[in-house]
């Protein structure tokens, strides 16, 4: 309590102080003040440390303490020498900080890549983290390349055709997908992708200064005639492909192509990095085997993450190849982060050995079935016209076509303005794009919800299309 009293007189004299002082003049030292109210030295920084957080006064180590400039007389940061420096801003950073941006309060949210947090197994992932924090073991470093258990889990899901040494532990897949481009590609080269794409894909091939290459895909999946003639035309080395439940457009690779894509990655002595996003997202059915399962001879990079099927803060994932491209990704891996947390590759082991694991599967595929369901019951009432033909077998997401002439990027501000968040279709393509489309999640909003969303979405359309 004499402590308190002692900080408030010290504080109190130092207002007093700053109000009859000008801007810049010396204060008295933390020795002074000590003695004038015979308080402790620590006391008397505290109070000092309480002013100059409040912008009162000023600290000069080595000189004293000030009276500090008042707000509007102190001079404005000239920052204007960085737009120099820095040069050119990289492209597709805005598309990703809208893709990742949180919907404001009253919006229904009808995009974004991660499970509604009704989905997500937070109790179990809790009981997880704790039984992990709980061994000491956890918190001392591991291998740089990832548990051993761990990376053999993600081995055994790829089918057997990778081990766990050739598995490299991940802290989310666009890490991983971002350490795989820059360890197999130099600036300069092309990348093939599927046209659409995963928005992040994009990003990351730009930020690396690789040539983004476009190859069309349809409801089958990427065109195998059109994957071997980029090939021949372009000499990439290097194509990105997601052959499950592909997002946005969801398709799922045809089993009469699987063959014929990965003759075209092997004709070209290339690589394919399968991003297997999806795996656990099936709704209807079994999912075909990864890629990776036909691939004796290293031409497939395998990248899964558990983050899109569990929670966003379960940042883990791997990523595997064989030969010297293993060798080339363990390498980028251990440059970007050293390791993965300890405690949080535990709990993901802990989570994934549990019966949690399977009942989670389970039951997210019955909620995704009913929200997806609930989707386009919602787009045949209100938008028949825009309701897909072909209704994606898994995934998180449907890929409307728009009529011909409507502004996918207007719709979507439109629909934000009323109150239901979108995505437009422009921005996942790395070319020009042949139609407008929007792509709508039915992952992150409630069964509920729905029917109030395509409302929204309708009005916004509507209006529009009266303003064309």
């Known amino acids: 309590m004499e402590d ?14 700053v109000a009859a002082a000008g801007p810049g003049a010396r204060l008295p030292s933390v ?13 008397v920084a505290g109070a000092v440390r309480r002013l100059v957080a409040e912008g009162l006064i000023e600290a000069r180590p080595g000189r004293g303490t000030f009276v500090a400039a008042a707000p509007d007389e102190r ?11 820095l040069g050119p801003r990289p492209s597709g950073e805005s598309e990703m900080q809208a893709l990742l941006a949180l919907p404001r309060d009253g919006a229904i949210a009808l995009s974004g890549g991660y499970l509604d947090a009704d989905l997500q197994p937070a109790a179990a992932l809790g009981a997880a983290l ?27 899901e790829a089918g057997n055709g990778l081990r766990a040494e050739d598995m490299v532990i991940c802290p989310g897949g666009q890490a991983a997908l971002s350490s795989a481009v820059r360890a197999l590609t130099v600036p300069g080269d092309a990348l093939l992708v599927e046209s659409p794409t995963y928005l992040g894909a994009l990003a990351v091939a730009r930020a690396a200064g690789l040539r983004v290459v476009p190859v069309p895909a349809d409801a089958d999946g990427v065109r195998p005639d059109h994957l071997a003639a980029a090939f021949a035309r372009t000499g990439a080395r290097l194509f990105y492909c997601q052959p499950l439940h592909a997002n946005p457009h969801g398709a799922t690779l045809a089993a009469d192509r699987r063959v014929r894509v990965t003759d075209a990655v092997r004709d070209a002595g290339a690589f394919l990095i399968e991003d297997d996003y999806a795996r656990d997202l099936t709704i209807d059915g079994p999912a075909p085997p990864p890629l990776a399962v036909d691939d004796p001879d290293g031409h497939v990079i395998y990248l899964r993450s558990l983050t899109k099927s569990t929670a966003p803060g379960l940042r883990v994932a791997a990523i595997g190849a064989r030969g010297p491209a293993g060798a080339r990704l363990r390498a980028a891996r251990l440059l970007d982060d050293f390791y993965v947390a300890g405690p949080l590759q535990q709990a993901a082991v802990e989570f994934l050995t549990s019966p949690a694991w399977s009942r989670h599967r389970r039951t997210l595929a019955t909620a995704l079935r009913t929200r997806r369901e609930s989707l386009v ?4 009432r209100h938008l028949p016209s825009l309701c897909p033909q072909s209704v994606p077998r ?14 996918d990027v207007a719709v979507a501000a439109a629909a934000a303005a009323e109150g239901v968040i979108v995505f437009p279709g422009r921005p996942w393509y790395a ?16 069964p509920d919800l729905m029917d109030e969303a395509v409302r929204r979405l309708a009005r916004a359309l509507r209006g529009e299309r009266a303003s064309v």
């Open 4 to 17: 308190d009293n002692a900080a408030a007189r010290v504080i109190q004299d130092l207002r007093v102080l």
């Open 31 to 43: 020795r002074e003040l000590t003695a004038r109210h015979h308080a402790s030295p620590v006391t």
């Open 75 to 85: 001079r404005a940061p000239d920052l204007s020498w960085q737009t120099v420096a």
């Open 130 to 156: 704790s039984r992990a924090a709980r061994q000491p073991a956890t918190w001392q470093r591991g291998p740089v390349e990832g548990r051993e258990d761990l990376r053999a889990w993600f081995a055994r």
């Open 377 to 380: 019951a919602a787009l045949r």
């Open 394 to 407: 898994g995934g998180l997401h449907l890929w409307i076509r728009l009529p011909d002439g409507v502004d």
């Open 431 to 446: 070319a020009e794009p042949p139609a407008p489309h929007l792509r709508l999640t039915y992952a992150a909003a409630a």
